[in-house]
């Protein structure tokens, strides 16, 4: 894997006679993030809304699928403030335009870079959350005498 500085080193040379071929390369991997952010959303919103319709049997099934619904509610909330985290760094790539294509590309990548890491660990915390908050369905299911294993 390339450091940041040599990939902005050799794409500013690669696309030496089309700044805005750069331009464009640099702003579709930003939106890739965002893309990904958005779906990121949409799958808390989900678990969020379905714990308002299910919550209720998860908590009658005990403590095991209670806390599993908490620990897996808490989860995706932590997912979703590190996910707004990144959508709130919104910058457009020609606010880092310079006189060297080198540099322009650097302070996209780095950005990219931190957006990247940020909801990668977003991710990982969602992906968690929905994953206990399975667990919590599962127990629950088995506690309240609805589930036969096959």
Do not use: C
């Not at 890739?32 to 678990?47: E, N, S």
Request: positive net charge; glycine residues 12%; aromatic residues 4%.
């Amino acid at each position: 894997m390339l450091e940041p500085e040599e990939e902005a080193r050799r794409l500013a040379a690669l696309f030496a006679g089309n700044p805005a071929g750069l331009l464009g390369i640099l702003t579709a991997q930003l939106s890739v993030l965002k893309t990904q952010a958005q779906i990121f959303m949409g799958l808390a919103t989900i678990t969020i809304t379905v714990t308002g319709f299910s919550g209720h049997n998860m908590v009658r099934g005990g403590i095991a699928s209670t806390t599993a619904m908490l620990l897996g509610v808490g989860l995706v909330l932590a997912g979703i403030v590190l996910t707004l985290r990144a959508l709130r760094q919104l910058r457009w790539v020609t606010q880092d335009l310079a006189d060297d294509l080198a540099v322009t590309a650097l302070a996209a990548i780095r950005r990219r870079d931190r957006e990247q890491r940020t909801l990668g660990g977003a991710g990982a915390l969602i992906a968690s959350g929905v994953g206990a908050y399975l667990v919590a369905v599962v127990l629950a299911a088995l506690a309240n005498g609805r589930f036969t294993p096959p």
